[in-house]
Nanobody
Framework: QVQLVESGGGLVQAGGSLRLSCAAS????????MGWFRQVPGKEREFVAV????????AYADSVKGRFTISRDSGQNTVYLQMNSLKPEDTAVYYC???????????????WGQGTQVTVSS
């Protein structure tokens, strides 16, 4: 079992930055791939970024590449999403998720946090 709790969302102006955190618990957390996803009302949840269990591999959606950075701190049991140069279209509820496989379709992930709202004003 893996439990996930996101934090760090809020309201920011376009061009600003936010750092999301996802605190994980569970004895085998360190073996899980961790992903960030986002969802706006009326749309499907979409992939944002993923980091492998050892932090050695990362991948990003084209829409955030070069602006967002995913990282994990195994000592703190935390995964981060650093978001820079934010745009109004980044507004969404952001979720972190865990899975044993390195992949990015949301349906592959078995453990999810409750989400944190990010709003970017123009």
């Amino acid at each position: 079992q893996v439990q996930l709790v996101e934090s760090g969302g809020g309201l920011v102006q376009a061009g600003g930055s936010l750092r999301l955190s996802c605190a994980a618990s569970g004895r085998t957390w360190s073996r899980y791939t961790m992903g960030w996803f986002r969802q706006v009302p009326g749309k499907e949840r979409e992939f944002v970024a993923v980091v492998s269990w050892d932090g050695g591999s990362t991948a990003y959606a084209d829409s955030v590449k070069g602006r967002f950075t995913i990282s994990r701190d195994s000592g703190q049991n935390t995964v981060y999403l650093q978001m820079n140069s934010l745009k109004p279209e980044d507004t969404a509820v952001y979720y972190c998720a865990a899975d044993l496989s390195y992949s990015w379709p949301p349906g592959r992930y078995g453990y999810w946090g409750q989400g944190t709202q990010v709003t970017v004003s123009s």
